[in-house]
């Protein structure tokens, strides 16, 4: 199966503040394939096997300050490459990866705020669902 690509929702509002941090949309997209989940955000990058991810769901209606940017959370160590407020698909891992600072930080999530979540989240399912034992 070709690659299955989601661009990145930017809210007008935050644009200018993103593209200070050379984060674009032409720079920014996740990347779903048979074997790896990958997302790109300005010069953030995160990785995977698909066999690592664990869980997917989406999540809404962030505030600002907690979502917009390449951010990392205190609370539960996950990532977030955030575009927009409305929503994003929180991707979870078996084996924290890394998105941030590079390998300092190892992250047990990673939400990315697609234009699509929907999409995005029913793609990975589909993965999760074709594993043997699932």
Sequence with gaps: MAAERFVFDFDPRFRWL??????????????????????????????????NVKDV????????????????????????????TRAGVCVCFHEPITALLGNLLRHPGLTVTVADPEGLAAAIQRRIDARPGS
């Design 18 to 51: 993103l593209a200070l941090l050379g984060i674009r949309p032409s720079n920014s997209e996740g990347v779903l394939t048979d074997t790896t989940f990958a997302a790109r955000f300005g010069r953030f990058r995160a990785r995977t096997p698909v066999a």
């Design 57 to 84: 769901r989406i999540t809404r209606d962030y505030r600002w300050f907690k979502a917009i940017g390449p951010r990392g959370s205190a609370a539960d160590r996950g990532a977030t490459f955030g575009s927009n």
